[in-house]
Structures are given as C-alpha cells and as structure tokens.
C-alpha cells in the first residue's frame, strides 16, 4: 500500500480516550486489549514506532511491548 511505500518511519501514538468520571474517579475507557489491538493494526499498516500518550501508563505500554 501507500504507507509502504513511504521512505520515511511511520510513528503512531495513541491515547487511551476521553477520561470518563466513575466512582468519583476519572477513568480511561481504553484497556490493555483495545491498545493492543491498536497497536497490532498500526505495525501491519506500517508502523515502525508504537507509542501513546494521554493516559497510557507504563502498564499499557508493556502490554503494547508484548504483543507486538
């Protein structure tokens, strides 16, 4: 595809969504399998560097590590 064909790295980060107010704390809605999943799409489009930000902690991140 396109993406392919670039000849540049292509880098994606992802937040975790929206906080959301639950139990009088504020709670991203997305986990470790909806950012894996993520991840695992953005590497088959082409995705050299997986990254996130915006409520993606260190667990996230290792889960993201893992699966790809």
Not at 15 to 25: D, F, N, S, V, Y
Not at 57 to 63: E, G, I, N, P, Q
């Amino acid at each position: 595809g396109a993406i392919g064909a670039l000849d540049i790295p292509l880098v994606v980060r992802a937040t975790a969504g929206l906080p959301e107010l639950k139990g009088g704390a504020l709670v991203r809605p997305f986990g470790v399998e909806e950012m894996t999943g993520y991840a695992i799409v953005a590497r088959r489009l082409g995705a050299r560097i997986v990254g996130g930000f915006g409520g993606v902690d260190s667990t996230l991140l290792a889960a993201i590590a893992d699966a790809l």
